[in-house]
């Protein structure tokens, strides 16, 4: 979910199917001086009929990317977004870009909404860089990145042409230890510390339905801090920790490896990870425990890895054992008896 952004002149206000944010839409998708460095032509209604669902379909995004409009007071100015494009590589670019009506020309109206778009890109979404595509004959805007801290960086191929491109780097970007890893579905980012990842994982420790078979209850803002502080302190040790799972841009959940606390003090790692119920039933707990037990024996060539559930909690025993880990009875471990799993590293037997 989006979040309102202020500026010093403007409110920048999430954009919503409605009736008032779609006409303003629609004028600057049908103002031929707008689309003269964006399109080249005005979009036709029927171009129109077609983007807004697509855009509509693409509002709840993992970490916050999509499009504001840009409001003095009661006056729609324009409109400013941030977007995730997938290369080719796998990777992600995150892009920024704007439009505003004729008619707010040269009021300094975009510096002033792209610093705030990119203090919320880097602040809050803890993004490493954020790109700007512009045409090369529209020097307002490449004037208006070149003041708000973008750099030229070369030219783009983009639907056949090239095109200018610029960046900003965020310096305090805070960079994970661990790997991006890959499913058949999904990505497996590192997780950090920022607010965009930690609204996710508190999202899913305040659920009562997750948290059902872990800690037996939604955790308060106490419980919460709490967890956290443990999550820092788990990142460290041979490469362990936790990883934000998305499909897409969407955030479905997290996994897992880390130090299983056991009464005898056994030195197991374990695997785990929490969903979003709404993505429950759907193979995905199999998939991403799949791919943590192929990272700690490939990467961190550890000799198993472990897994531990409620003895209630059928569906996640499932999951393992369909990641291949063999039941192997109970263990006591977070001072509870529980279901125990465990996978052998074929590299070491």
């Not at 919503?16 to 032509?41: I, M, R, T």
């Not at 975009?110 to 979404?125: C, H």
């Not at 302190?233 to 799972?245: A, D, E, R, S």
């Not at 199999?286 to 897994?307: C, R, T």
């Amino acid at each position: 979910m989006l979040t309102i952004l202020k500026t010093d002149r403007f409110s920048l206000i999430p954009w919503q199917n409605s009736a008032e944010h779609n006409l303003h839409f629609v004028d600057l998708f049908k103002d031929p001086q707008v689309q003269k460095y964006v399109n080249g032509k005005p979009y036709t209604d029927e171009d129109i009929k077609k983007i807004i669902p697509i855009m509509a379909s693409q509002t709840e995004k993992y970490r916050g990317f999509g499009t504001w409009m840009i409001y003095d007071t009661q006056t729609c100015v324009g409109i400013i977004f941030l977007k995730s494009i997938l290369q080719a590589d796998d990777a992600y670019i995150y892009e920024l870009g704007y439009w505003l009506k004729p008619s707010f020309w040269g009021l300094g109206i975009a510096q002033e909404t792209i610093k705030s778009a990119v203090k919320f890109g880097f602040e809050q979404l803890n993004l490493p860089e954020i790109i700007a595509i512009v045409e090369r004959k529209n020097l307002p805007s490449q004037n208006a990145l070149l003041k708000t801290g973008f750099i030229a960086n070369g030219d783009v191929v983009e639907e056949g042409r090239k095109l200018p491109a610029f960046v900003i780097k965020n310096q305090q970007h805070k960079m994970a230890d661990n790997p991006i890893l890959k499913t058949q579905r999904f990505s497996l980012y590192p997780w950090v510390d920022c607010p965009e990842f930690n609204r996710h994982i508190t999202e899913m420790m305040q659920s009562e339905q997750v948290q059902k078979y872990v800690f037996e209850h939604a955790l308060n803002d106490e419980e919460v801090s709490q967890a956290f502080e443990r999550m820092k302190t788990n990142q460290k040790p041979l490469g362990l920790g936790y990883w934000m799972v998305y499909k897409g841009d969407i955030c479905v959940g997290m996994t897992l490896l880390k130090a299983l606390p056991t009464e005898d003090d056994l030195n197991y790692i374990e695997t785990g990870y929490w969903l979003k119920p709404k993505f429950w039933g759907q193979g995905i707990a199999a998939e991403v425990a799949a791919a943590m037990v192929k990272h700690a024996f490939e990467q961190l060539n550890l000799p198993h890895i472990v897994g531990v559930t409620n003895p209630e909690n059928i569906a996640s025993q499932k999951s393992l054992e369909k990641a291949g880990l063999k039941r192997q009875g109970n263990i006591t471990a977070y001072e509870s008896q529980l279901s125990f799993f465990k996978i052998e590293n074929p590299n070491q037997l």
